[in-house]
């Protein structure tokens, strides 16, 4: 039995570039965007899900809540508003697989979203409270994703960050260190990746040590396929990935937070059950390598909730 899930953030659309032989690229509409992608890969793998946050009263919109609902995600708390578009985002793959982005979010929909728009028996029953960065990007939403995150760990939720740096949502010449850091250290679980934390912070080794002397329980650096890093306070380990053919990149991360929230949902449900689950390395190794084993049968496959895992596949022999 999972306990429930809430995933705060942007929900947007990827329009994700079709290279043709010859004449213009085509783009293809997926819905998308981290937390919502999180979200659905949760849904998808049987978990009990909910998203918090806002889209546009158009098309987009529209295609978001209804593709999320169809999923199973509950999107009672995903507000519809006239006053703002939905958020793209236009996504090109080089012959890798890896991706480049050009974001259009001026003022969209998903920035506009405040706290006194959430109720407060929201968080209530929930066990955990997920995020990431791109929230952090202006002012105004930057205060919502801080206050939700201190309600959340007040209500008792595990309150779970994937940094999901994207340098070009910033406004230009604004530093992210600093809020990146902020919304770090009020949470449980960090998930960053090797190249982010490079970009945003340099080769810092004593990193690992200072995120959990703030009070993170469980940080998770990653790194494609080369082996991913775990630390909590009394143990570590390096875990390699399953060996996979990468199509697509888009939502590898986001299935690999999915994969493990489902995980931590059943086994460690709020704060103070991920102690006791950190205890155990064996089913730390075990929630990680299922987490792990998501995150590459999406790189396998092209788009985002599409790409997503489902329970079953991941059962059969030789997944992952």
């Known amino acids: 039995m999972s306990a429930k899930?809430?995933?705060?953030?942007?929900?947007?659309?990827d329009m994700l570039a079709r290279p043709q032989a010859s004449g213009p690229v085509n783009f293809v509409a997926h819905p998308?965007?981290?937390?919502?992608?999180?979200?659905?890969?949760?849904?998808?793998?049987?978990?009990?899900?909910s998203f918090l946050?806002?889209?546009?009263?158009?098309?987009?919109?529209?295609?978001?809540?209804t593709t999320m609902a169809g999923f199973g995600v509950d999107t009672s708390q995903l507000v519809q508003t006239a006053d703002a578009h939905t958020a793209l985002a236009f996504v090109s793959l080089?012959?890798?697989?890896?991706?480049s982005f050009a974001f259009y979010r001026d003022r969209s929909a998903d920035l506009l979203y405040r706290s006194d728009q959430?109720?407060?028996?929201?968080?209530?029953?929930?066990?955990?409270?997920?995020c990431c960065s791109n929230t952090l990007t202006e002012p105004g939403i930057r205060?919502?994703?801080?206050?939700?995150?201190?309600?959340?760990?007040?209500?008792?939720?595990?309150?779970?960050?994937?940094?999901?740096?994207?340098h070009n949502l910033w406004p230009q010449g604004e530093d992210a260190r600093e809020p990146?850091?902020?919304?770090?250290?009020?949470?449980?679980?960090?998930?960053?990746?090797r190249e982010e934390l490079e970009a945003l912070y340099g080769r810092d080794e004593e990193l690992p040590r200072r995120l959990l002397e703030a009070g993170v329980g469980l940080l998770l650096i990653t790194d494609g396929g080369e082996p991913l890093e775990a630390h909590w306070f009394g143990g570590s380990l390096e875990l390699v990935p399953p060996a996979t053919k990468v199509v697509d990149s888009t939502a590898a991360g986001d299935s690999f937070v999915a994969g493990l929230l489902l995980r931590l949902s059943q086994e460690a449900p709020g704060r103070e059950a991920l102690a006791s689950w950190l205890a155990d390395p064996r089913q730390v190794e075990a929630g990680l390598r299922?987490?792990?084993?998501?995150?590459?049968?999406t790189v396998s496959r092209y788009g985002a909730f599409e790409a997503l895992p489902l329970a079953a596949e991941l059962d059969e022999p030789g997944a992952g």
């Open 180 to 193: 990146i850091w902020q919304a770090m250290a009020a949470s449980d679980l960090v998930k960053i990746s």
């Open 5 to 13: 899930v809430i995933a705060f953030g942007e929900a947007l659309i």
């Open 94 to 99: 080089d012959a890798e697989g890896e991706r």
């Open 118 to 130: 959430c109720p407060e028996s929201v968080l209530e029953g929930a066990a955990i409270f997920h």
């Open 290 to 297: 299922f987490a792990s084993r998501c995150g590459a049968l």
């Open 32 to 49: 998308g965007g981290a937390p919502a992608n999180v979200a659905v890969g949760i849904a998808k793998l049987g978990g009990n899900v």
């Open 53 to 65: 946050g806002q889209v546009g009263r158009d098309m987009f919109g529209d295609s978001l809540v």
């Open 143 to 166: 205060e919502t994703h801080l206050v939700l995150m201190e309600r959340a760990r007040k209500a008792g939720c595990m309150v779970s960050f994937d940094v999901n740096y994207r």
